[in-house]
């Protein structure tokens, strides 16, 4: 009997960009590999979106829409590409107004793309009405999501078969045009007979013959069979990478699968020698770049912290950019409790980063002590409605902190009503930079912002990680010497107990575990204050209570303040920090410029009252 032949697209250039560097890839570096995907017979690929679009402007210093014109022309003029959108959020982490998802979906088919995967992290369905239609009616082709995870153990009321199978019927009751559906499981957790259970039922629910993709990741470790489950229960694709962008974070490897699936009913129809040879020229493309080891394992908490495998390795990375890696283990932990009190929303971005960028909070300020605005703004409504309603506690603390009410508002409508949004904002902007006013700057002025406005001016910075070939050689010829002197080694004793210690440049060992390390003198405390010598004036301190880079300088020196008003702004996780003036005053000096990094404690200002 002929086995079915399993369709899959192949993800190694875009989730599995995101999922093992961050996002952080530069188009030169990667193109050889398309090339040698195509030249494998591989013809659906994952070209852009997602991440891997404001990432070029905030890391690569790259225009997104010329990544997208040169992978096309890589590709070959019949490749599907395809791209992800997140529904009214589209491109970035903010939502935005009706104009600007319409321009979306235009540009993104006037730059080369075929296909675009649109989801609502909430599976509010009123996210993805507007936006499936502007996809349509582009020319695009529109795969719509049903987004899913597994709940932390003991949480109960969404994410069941039967909670996707309500989702997908309001999907087909709002009329949105669509030409397949995709279950998209962005952490990796959900359990593989739900999976089963869910795909069967949509193939019931669905008009004979319509085309159901299934999305998973490794992270969880349970891919393969999940793969598996969807595909006996009728799903038509699904997603695989190549390595080094495969496993661990990201989704199995095309050779994995097609290995798994030897035997069965099932066929991937490929010639796996030129996958081979396409891998191989991919592992040579990606050589010089920094992999995580967290983006290479799987990770058997997860289920209780889903943390998907495409904001994972882009956390890890901004902790490594603010010296806090030490902090990761923290975060994932708390995050379960963010997801059990946020309302059940997917763990998928936009609303996996409010997940980590509040359980980040929980870690370095106390828990429930400062609510993270994206957070709060999801849970007061400002994102659309979540599956379950939300703690009434963090409710309450999120509209005390942010000073917004609960709003049921449909977010179109919010959004359409904001005049900091929308074409006419974005043109505004631009003109006040002295930038063209083009459809493409409009779009990156309102999904990028100031990052993309900088981008524009010609100011972006390059944030990508690769390996210092040149310091690995200077280490290694400084080797004999550093075995003949060795660390400064010592025995602690504390309260009776031995401690080895082990000091080497900025690494201190510590009872087994190894540490990175910053010795300065004491900053004595948020601020501090010291008198002038005549008694008439003293000098206050502004520090930070937390690594970051320098977003913004409001104030100059020379310039009175009132308690409480904003002097910097700084930006550590993809949040925004207001650092404030603690007194009336006038600010004395300004210590940092934007763009800088900052260390917790650092002297950032000094107010003299």
Not at 124 to 149: F, P, W, Y
Not at 469 to 477: N, S
Not at 502 to 529: D, L
Request: net charge negative; aromatic share 8%; glycine share 8%.
């Amino acid at each position: 009997m002929a086995k079915k032949r399993i369709q899959f697209m192949c993800t190694a250039f875009r989730d599995g960009f995101q999922s093992v560097y961050g996002a952080r890839v530069q188009t030169p570096d990667f193109l050889p590999a398309v090339e040698a995907a195509r030249d494998a017979g591989i013809s659906w690929l994952e070209a852009g979106g997602g991440a891997r679009f404001q990432s070029l402007y905030f890391y690569c210093n790259e225009d997104a829409f010329d990544m997208m014109d040169a992978f096309r022309g890589a590709a070959g003029p019949d490749a599907n590409l395809q791209t992800l959108a997140r529904g009214v959020n589209v491109v970035g982490l903010d939502s935005q107004s009706s104009d600007i998802i319409d321009l979306h979906a235009k540009l993104f088919k006037k730059h080369g793309m075929t296909t675009i995967r649109n989801f609502d992290a909430l599976n509010d369905v009123e996210n993805l009405i507007h936006s499936g239609r502007c996809i349509t009616d582009a020319g695009l082709k529109h795969q719509v999501c049903v987004t899913l995870m597994e709940l932390p153990p003991g949480c109960t009321g969404a994410h069941d078969a039967a909670f996707y199978s309500d989702t997908l019927q309001k999907i087909l009751d709002a009329d949105i045009p669509f030409d397949a559906v995709c279950f998209k499981d962005a952490s990796g957790t959900a359990v593989p007979s739900k999976v089963y259970e869910t795909i069967a039922a949509a193939r019931k629910m669905l008009p004979a013959g319509t085309f159901i993709h299934f999305h998973t990741h490794e992270t969880a470790g349970v891919s393969v069979l999940a793969n598996k489950a969807a595909i006996d229960a009728g799903a038509d694709a699904i997603d695989l990478s190549m390595a080094p962008c495969s496993g661990g974070t990201c989704q199995p490897d095309i050779l994995v699968m097609w290995h798994a699936l030897r035997g069965t009913e099932y066929d991937l129809d490929v010639d796996v020698e030129k996958v081979r040879a396409a891998e191989e020229v991919f592992k040579d493309c990606m050589k010089d770049y920094f992999l995580p080891p967290e983006a290479t394992a799987v990770e058997p908490l997860i289920p209780w912290s889903p943390m998907p495998g495409g904001a994972l390795t882009a956390n890890t990375q901004m902790l490594r950019d603010n010296n806090i890696m030490e902090k990761y283990p923290q975060i994932i932990a708390a995050m379960s409790d963010v997801v059990r009190k946020g309302g059940y929303g997917t763990s998928v971005t936009p609303v996996s980063q409010f997940y980590f960028q509040q359980a980040f909070n929980n870690v370095m300020f106390g828990p429930w002590k400062k609510i993270a605005e994206p957070y709060g703004k999801m849970v007061l409504g400002y994102f659309g409605k979540t599956p379950v309603p939300p703690d009434a506690d963090v409710v309450k603390l999120a509209e005390e902190q942010l000073s917004l009410p609960v709003t049921t508002r449909p977010v179109l409508e919010l959004n359409d009503a904001d005049p900091s949004k929308g074409i006419a904002a974005a043109t505004a902007v631009l003109q006040e930079a002295d930038l063209p006013v083009t459809d493409e700057n409009i779009f990156i002025a309102s999904t990028c912002k100031e990052k993309g406005v900088r981008f524009l001016q010609g100011k972006a910075e390059l944030g990508i990680r690769k390996i210092d070939k040149a310091a690995e050689a200077a280490a290694a010829a400084a080797a004999p010497a550093a075995t003949t002197n060795g660390p400064a080694e010592y025995n602690v004793s504390v309260n009776g107990n031995d401690i080895f210690m082990a000091f080497e440049g900025n690494m201190v060992t510590v009872g087994g575990k190894v540490y990175r390390v910053a010795i300065k003198p004491e900053s004595g405390g948020s601020t501090t204050t010291s008198s002038a010598a005549n008694g008439s004036t003293s000098s206050t301190d502004i520090t930070s209570q937390m690594p970051g880079s320098v977003f913004k300088q409001l104030v100059q020196p020379g310039q009175r303040v009132r308690e409480g008003e904003s002097i910097l702004i700084l930006e550590a996780m993809k949040m925004e920090m207001e650092v404030a003036s603690p007194i009336d005053g006038t600010v004395a000096t300004v210590n940092v410029q934007v763009g800088d990094q900052v260390a917790t404690g650092q002297v950032l200002a000094t107010v003299t009252s």
